[in-house]
């Protein structure tokens, strides 16, 4: 049974940053791509950034140039790096793991917050 865990969440001012791990367990295989999706307040869930098997990145507009995503496969752990925050960017982090077939696993999530 693959477990997504997320953590590095918390509270953080305008302007300030802050780094998201996912760790992966339970031996996922044929990964497809795992990825970062944010649920804002009243919002419906929304792709952030997004990493494929072979490396490449895909991130929404609002955070390009902002946020930057990586992964450590030897740990089975991915990372967002979220740099110059802005209020918008307050929600529910989920991290989302889809393999091969088409099933997604998700976590639990991880609330961020930034003051203005």
């Known amino acids: 049974q693959v477990r997504l865990a997320e953590s590095g969440g918390g509270l953080v001012q305008a302007g300030g940053s802050m780094r998201l791990s996912c760790v992966a367990s339970g031996s996922p295989f044929s990964i497809k791509t795992i990825g970062w999706y944010r649920r804002a307040p009243g919002n419906q869930r929304d792709m952030v950034a997004l990493?494929?098997?072979?490396?490449?990145?895909n991130y929404a507009d609002s955070v390009k140039g902002r946020f930057t995503i990586s992964r450590d496969s030897a740990e089975n752990t991915v990372y967002l790096q979220m740099n110059n925050l802005k209020p918008e960017d307050t929600g529910v982090y989920y991290c989302k793991l889809k393999v091969w077939s088409g099933f997604d696993y998700w976590g639990q999530g991880t609330q961020v917050t930034v003051s203005s």
């Open positions: 990493i494929t098997s072979t490396g490449t990145t």
